[in-house]
């Protein structure tokens, strides 16, 4: 999500623009639309050109102000991006969550692999108790309609992604315990990646 900041411009009409002047600039959508505006942009960083899509969706805790979506993939259509945005801020929540409120990365100070694994464990599982029983105040649906939206959910995310999204969170976790170097830090994953089956190691991103 980008932020709304006189610091960062981008490219717009061969004019370096801020968010909130593109916005300003440029005829909104009208009615039930997803989007209220959608324009296509170019980032300059070191000399470096790069295209990018900036979707302006309404805020829907208040309504007179608007977010701002930007992705670089310029396949993706504006509906798309707010789909994708929508799941990667429900993470975005659920490791803020983890780590603000529920300890995730202060609690347990022991250097084990193992017992940072239980621990990690013991904070996802504390996360569900309190989903679970905030859904029974909060969310009317039975559990065979959470068990239907959820396989729709799913199959948009493949398991490989699932296991790239855990590496990132496993990363993030050694970074915040241990003092390691970034050498070292590539050598520990390099471990882990070499001790994982070999179907599995030839279809990771990181990998590659």
Same mark, same amino acid.
């Given at each position: 999500?980008?932020?709304k900041?006189?610091k ?8 370096m623009?801020?968010l909130?002047k ?8 009208r009615g ?10 170019t980032?300059?960083?070191d000399?470096?050109?790069?295209p ?10 208040k ?5 701002a979506?930007?992705?670089?993939d ?6 798309? +991006?707010?789909? &994708? ?6 993470? #975005? /929540? %659920?490791?803020?969550?983890? !780590?603000?409120?529920l300890k995730l ?18 904070v ?22 959470m068990?239907?939206?959820?396989v729709?959910?799913?199959?948009? +995310?493949?398991? &490989? ?6 590496? #990132? /969170? %496993?990363?993030?976790?050694i !970074? ?21 089956p ?5 279809h ?5």
């Open positions: 999500m980008a932020k900041t006189s960062v411009h981008y490219l717009y009409n061969g004019e623009q801020p909130t593109i916005f300003r600039e440029n005829r909104k959508r039930r639309s997803r989007y209220l505006l959608s324009v296509e942009v980032i300059v960083k000399e470096q050109s790069i990018a899509r900036i979707v302006y969706v309404r805020n829907r805790n309504r007179n102000e608007y977010l979506l930007i992705s670089t310029m396949k993706l259509t504006e509906e798309e +991006i707010i789909r &994708i945005y929508g799941k990667r801020w429900e993470i #975005e /929540v %659920f490791f803020k969550v983890c !780590k603000s409120y990365s202060k609690e347990c100070r022991s250097l084990s692999y193992d017992a940072m694994t239980a621990h990690t464990a013991i996802f599982t504390r996360y569900m108790l309190l989903s679970v029983e905030n859904r029974k105040y909060a969310d009317d649906r039975t559990l065979g309609q068990f239907y939206l959820l729709d959910e799913m199959a948009d +995310i493949t398991w &490989i992604q699932d296991i790239h999204m855990l590496m #990132e /969170v %496993f990363i993030t976790t !970074k915040d315990k241990l003092s390691l170097t970034s050498k070292q830090l590539d050598q520990l994953l390099e471990a882990f990646i070499m001790a994982l070999e179907n599995l190691v030839e990771l991103p990181i990998s590659a």
